[in-house]
């Protein structure tokens, strides 16, 4: 695939099929997607790969400590709510996502079961955790440099045919996470990227999110 039609074709999936990924799949996106660059080639990050039992305790743990109220604990501070534009696409995004579902503003059950999913990893066989150096703090370049391994990652992943989310709501309590993969105390968790086959059926892997005019965003100067 073209990767102009590679980067515009990929989107989030939040339903798979309960199918297995080839471990082997697996390690050739990242040896593709460990390509990415970083500040001064530092290479911060560390891939935990997680699947079967450790994954579905993960999931447990995540949805335990939710229902009780668990207030969530990340390992980097992280603003909770958002103003502006910015809230407006986080609505947007949402309100697509629950149109597709045919899922009511009203319904709360079924809201907060769709919240429940993310939590899971929207059941996802496989989950990468993407960690980096404590002795890195403060650590915003590192985490850029995450970033740009994060969407190397998905896009190795989609060329494969494999769907994936990066998703915050997976490691939101980082504890669980910690403790079911095996991480280790010197490194922080960022961020995690459920993945696996889609399942075509499920109508939410049908949004496609929209983007911004150029024009909002850019300024070009000196041309
Ligand atoms: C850092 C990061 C965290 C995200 N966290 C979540 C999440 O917790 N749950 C979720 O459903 N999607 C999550 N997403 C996916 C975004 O909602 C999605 O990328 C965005 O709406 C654009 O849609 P697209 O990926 O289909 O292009 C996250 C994406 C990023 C980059």
């Known amino acids: ?3 102009s039609e590679l980067i515009k074709a990929r989107k989030s999936v939040r339903g798979y099929l309960p199918k297995p990924v080839p471990r082997e799949v697996i390690e050739e996106i990242i040896e593709v997607a460990k390509w990415s660059p970083s500040s001064m080639n530092t290479q911060p990050w560390y891939v935990h790969v997680v699947t079967g039992e450790p994954l579905d305790r993960i999931r447990r743990g995540n949805t335990e400590n939710m229902v009780k109220g668990v207030p969530p604990k990340r390992d980097f501070p992280m603003k ?7 809230r407006k696409r986080q609505v947007d995004i949402a309100i697509q996502l629950f149109d597709a579902m045919g899922i009511a503003r009203d319904d709360k059950e079924r809201r ?79 961020i995690c990227i459920a993945m696996g086959y889609p399942d075509e059926d499920f ?16 300024r070009y100067v000196g041309f």
Do not use: C
């Open 80 to 86: 909770e709510a958002y103003d502006g534009i910015h």
């Open 112 to 190: 907060t079961d769709w919240v429940m999913r993310g939590f899971r990893q929207f059941d996802a066989p496989v989950s990468l955790v993407l960690t980096y150096d404590k002795y890195l703090e403060p650590a915003a370049i590192s985490q850029f440099d995450l970033g740009a391994l994060s969407h190397a990652l998905v896009l190795a992943a989609w060329e494969r045919g494999l769907g994936s989310v990066i998703n915050g709501q997976g490691i939101m309590q980082s504890a669980v996470v910690r403790e079911h993969a095996g991480i280790p105390d010197d490194q922080n968790i960022m």
């Open 203 to 218: 109508v939410a892997n049908s949004v496609k999110s929209v983007r911004e005019d150029a024009a909002n965003f850019v």
């Open 1 to 3: 695939m073209e990767f």
